[in-house]
């Protein structure tokens, strides 16, 4: 059972502009990472929101954790091509090692 | 480069082969994962290791075997697959300290199997 979705599944923009992705979920998470993943390669780490309420910034990449710990967005300010990839977010409930990943969020940055 | 080593990068076996792809990774991490990935897909948990015992399998067919002879390797010995096991399959590790589900997972590359 798919317990993360993402929205939107697909993103196709212009170098410059800005999107934001949503991970949703009914479920409680401890915390919540975020990857981006390349054809051919595996999932790189971007980020890791453990509080509720959080906002960390990667450079161009923002990221907030929701309040009551169910949701999380990532939004990218000024595009460019070297952002496309698979996003995915991935959640984990207290004390287990069992991380679900969201359904996913195909970028696609055109110069 | 990731710090999570996978072997082979491809791999081509007929349904009545045994095969085995291999893991490494060199952090001094003590949780160790196998996920599979089909093309479009986000990964889905196989199996978990802790501290070199199982600790999850996802009900995955007995036709995967893993196996964790160290904290530094993880195996996952494959026999008798379906077509419809080729897939990019991931490892993954992290660390096992503290609240173990805040301690984010470094994946390798992936090895992309394909079943004949």
């Known amino acids: 059972t798919q317990l993360l979705e993402q929205s939107p599944q697909f993103l196709s923009i212009q170098e410059g502009e800005n999107l934001t992705v949503y991970c949703n979920s009914s479920?409680?998470?401890?915390?919540l990472q975020w990857y981006r993943q390349e054809p051919g390669e595996g999932p790189v780490l971007l980020v890791t929101v453990v509080t509720g309420g959080e906002v960390k910034k990667l450079k161009r990449l923002t990221f907030q954790f929701g309040d009551a710990r169910k949701d999380s967005s990532l939004h990218i300010t000024a595009a460019q091509p070297g952002d496309t990839g698979l996003y995915l977010c991935a959640g984990a409930h207290q004390g287990t090692y069992k991380y679900i990943f969201g359904t996913g969020t195909r970028l696609k940055v055109l110069a | 480069d990731t710090e999570v080593t996978q072997t082979p990068k491809h791999l081509v076996m007929g349904m009545t082969n045994k095969k085995s792809l291999k893991c490494e990774q060199h952090m001094g991490h003590r949780a160790m994962y196998w996920y599979k990935q089909k093309a479009k897909k986000p990964p889905e948990l196989m199996f978990v290791?802790?501290?070199?015992?199982?600790?999850i399998n996802e009900s995955v067919p007995s036709r995967f075997s893993p196996e964790c002879p160290n904290s530094s390797l993880l195996n996952l010995h494959l026999h008798a697959l379906q077509p419809e096991d080729s897939a990019l399959y991931l490892c993954?590790?992290?660390?096992?300290?503290?609240?173990?589900?805040?301690?984010?997972?470094?994946f390798g590359d992936g090895t992309r199997l394909s079943i004949l």
């Open positions: 993954a590790s992290s660390p096992h300290r503290g609240q173990e589900s805040n301690q984010p997972q470094h």
């Open positions: 290791y802790s501290y070199e015992k199982l600790s």
């Open positions: 479920s409680v998470f401890s915390s």
